[in-house]
Every structure is written in structure tokens, then in C-alpha cells.
């Protein structure tokens, strides 16, 4: 059942992927408005495999917060929910390119690795898993961030080459912008609890010399939440906005997916 409902999340996520870019940089038609319509409720269809999936997964034992795999199988999941619901008062199509092909990553990454004994979390650490549930949902929201932040970078652009065209603008500047603030909002403070309980689940496995060796996940987190918490305080302070905001997001979301890289191949 578990390959059936892979199966059917990845072509759905697949079909969506396309679905979503395949219009990048074409006059538009019937045929690519028609494509349009269908890329949502076909990322719909993957949402709702990928649920069921992981549902199968926690009946087995292989739940999200047994290693870093499932949990990013999960974060995933979670990003592709939020986008499903911002995209039904927000016109961000084009962030379903970016979303839909995470998400099939991260699933399969979820299926295939679900056993794998050195990255499991330990049993009964009520620590050990709220960390790896904020870790989850902070690459889940940064996720979205980075992906607004993306699309605010490339609308820009577009503005500023006079390459927009008619009737295809979508959300404006200012409404991508105040988005992109609403979800650092969000995840700054879900990120910085993340780091709060990985560093007291360090502490409860063996004290501080455990951080040796991880001066690499360590330094990678500091530039994450450095760089989320210096976007709102520039925001509150100066007003600062735009291109200098949304590059430091897309530096925050590089920071933490290396962070979920390096779990994954640690020896």
C-alpha cells in the first residue's frame, strides 16, 4: 500500500510540477490557462497521497519524527499544504514549480530512507522530538519564504526590464512583499525554538563536548536565524523591504536545507 500511495504522491507531484512551469515564458493560450487550472487540484491529488502515506507510515512506526528523512517528508508536506491555502486568496502560481518538486523529493527521500538507523531520533526524548518537530516546521516555512522571495525577485526584475506582460502580473510587489514578511514572521520564531531544544537535547545526551563535531550544523543554524531575525529587525527599525529582505530569506532557507544535508550524510 505504501508503494501504491508513492506512486500516486509522486506522479501527482510530478504531473504538478509541470503543470505550474511549463508556461514560463510563453504569450499565454488557451492551452497554457487550461494547464493552469488543472496544476492545483493535481497538487491536491499529491497532498492527499502524501498524507495518507505518511498515515500509513506512523502506523508502522516510521513516524515524522523518527529521523530526518520522515521529518523533511513531513516538512515538505507542510509547505505544500500552506501553499495550497495561500494560493486560494494569493495568485502565486508560480511558486507550485518551486513547491510541488521539493515535495517530491522529500517523499521519496521519506520512503527510501525511512529505516535508516543513524539519523534516528532516541525514543522516549520528549526533547529530541519537539526538536525535530520545530526542525521540520521551520524548513517548511522557509520553504515558502524563500519561494515568495524568489518569485519577488524575478517579478522585480521583470518590472525593471519592462517584460511584464498584460493581464499575467499576478499578486503585486507590495502584496508579495508584505507575504514574504508574514511567513519570516511566522517562522522565525518556530526556527529559534528549533534551536532552543537541539541545543538542551545536546546537553540531556552528554553535555556540551557533543557539540564537537557539529560545528558545521551549528554555524549553518546561527546564519539562518541571524539572517531571519536581522530581516525583522531592519523591517522594524529602517523599513527595510524588497530585494535586500528577500535575498536574506533565500541565504536563511540555503543555511537550514544544508543543515537537513548534512544530518543526511553524516557518517
Given at each position: 500500500?505504501?508503494?501504491?500511495?508513492?506512486?500516486?504522491?509522486?506522479?501527482?507531484?510530478?504531473?504538478?510540477?509541470?503543470?505550474?512551469?511549463?508556461?514560463?515564458?510563453?504569450?499565454?493560450?488557451?492551452?497554457?490557462?487550461?494547464?493552469?487550472?488543472?496544476?492545483?487540484?493535481?497538487?491536491?491529488?499529491?497532498?492527499?497521497?502524501?498524507?495518507?502515506?505518511?498515515?500509513?507510515?506512523?502506523?508502522?512506526?516510521?513516524?515524522?519524527?523518527?529521523?530526518?528523512?520522515?521529518?523533511?517528508?513531513?516538512?515538505?508536506?507542510?509547505?505544500?499544504?500552506?501553499?495550497?491555502?495561500?494560493?486560494?486568496?494569493?495568485?502565486?502560481?508560480?511558486?507550485?514549480?518551486?513547491?510541488?518538486?521539493?515535495?517530491?523529493?522529500?517523499?521519496?527521500?521519506?520512503?527510501?530512507?525511512?529505516?535508516?538507523?543513524?539519523?534516528?531520533?532516541?525514543?522516549?526524548?520528549?526533547?529530541?522530538?519537539?526538536?525535530?518537530?520545530?526542525?521540520?516546521?521551520?524548513?517548511?516555512?522557509?520553504?515558502?519564504?524563500?519561494?515568495?522571495a524568489g518569485l519577488y525577485l524575478a517579478t522585480e526584475r521583470r518590472l525593471r526590464r519592462k517584460q511584464f506582460r498584460p493581464g499575467h502580473t499576478g499578486i503585486s510587489?507590495?502584496?508579495?512583499?508584505?507575504?514574504?514578511?508574514?511567513?519570516?514572521?511566522?517562522?522565525?520564531?518556530?526556527?529559534?525554538?528549533?534551536?532552543?531544544?537541539?541545543?538542551?537535547?545536546?546537553?540531556?545526551?552528554?553535555?556540551?563536548?557533543?557539540?564537537?563535531?557539529?560545528?558545521?550544523?551549528?554555524?549553518?543554524?546561527?546564519?539562518?536565524?541571524?539572517?531571519?531575525?536581522?530581516?525583522?529587525?531592519?523591517?522594524?527599525?529602517?523599513?527595510?523591504?524588497?530585494?535586500?529582505?528577500?535575498?536574506?530569506?533565500?541565504?536563511?532557507?540555503?543555511?537550514?536545507?544544508?543543515?537537513?544535508?548534512?544530518?543526511?550524510?553524516?557518517?
Amino acid at each position: 500500500m505504501i508503494l501504491l500511495l508513492f506512486i500516486v504522491a509522486s506522479l501527482a507531484y510530478g504531473a504538478a510540477t509541470f503543470a505550474y512551469g511549463a508556461d514560463a515564458g510563453e504569450a499565454g493560450g488557451a492551452g497554457v490557462a487550461s494547464m493552469r487550472r488543472r496544476a492545483q487540484p493535481i497538487l491536491l491529488l499529491g497532498v492527499l497521497g502524501h498524507t495518507a502515506l505518511i498515515g500509513l507510515q506512523c502506523v508502522e512506526g516510521d513516524h515524522p519524527l523518527k529521523n530526518i528523512f520522515l521529518a523533511s517528508s513531513f516538512g515538505s508536506l507542510v509547505a505544500a499544504i500552506g501553499f495550497v491555502a495561500l494560493s486560494r486568496t494569493q495568485k502565486i502560481d508560480a511558486l507550485g514549480a518551486v513547491v510541488a518538486p521539493i515535495a517530491l523529493a522529500a517523499l521519496a527521500l521519506g520512503v527510501v530512507f525511512s529505516s535508516v538507523d543513524r539519523v534516528q531520533v532516541p525514543t522516549g526524548s520528549a526533547i529530541a522530538s519537539a526538536h525535530v518537530g520545530f526542525a521540520a516546521a521551520g524548513l517548511a516555512g522557509f520553504t515558502l519564504a524563500a519561494a515568495v522571495a524568489g518569485l519577488y525577485l524575478a517579478t522585480e526584475r521583470r518590472l525593471r526590464r519592462k517584460q511584464f506582460r498584460p493581464g499575467h502580473t499576478g499578486i503585486s510587489l507590495t502584496g508579495l512583499d508584505r507575504l514574504h514578511h508574514r511567513l519570516v514572521l511566522l517562522v522565525t520564531p518556530v526556527f529559534t525554538l528549533a534551536i532552543v531544544t537541539g541545543a538542551l537535547w545536546i546537553v540531556q545526551i552528554g553535555g556540551p563536548h557533543m557539540v564537537r563535531g557539529r560545528n558545521f550544523e551549528l554555524a549553518a543554524a546561527a546564519i539562518a536565524w541571524v539572517a531571519s531575525v536581522a530581516l525583522l529587525v531592519m523591517r522594524a527599525v529602517w523599513g527595510s523591504r524588497g530585494r535586500q529582505s528577500a535575498w536574506l530569506t533565500i541565504l536563511a532557507f540555503a543555511a537550514v536545507l544544508l543543515i537537513v544535508v548534512s544530518y543526511g550524510v553524516r557518517p
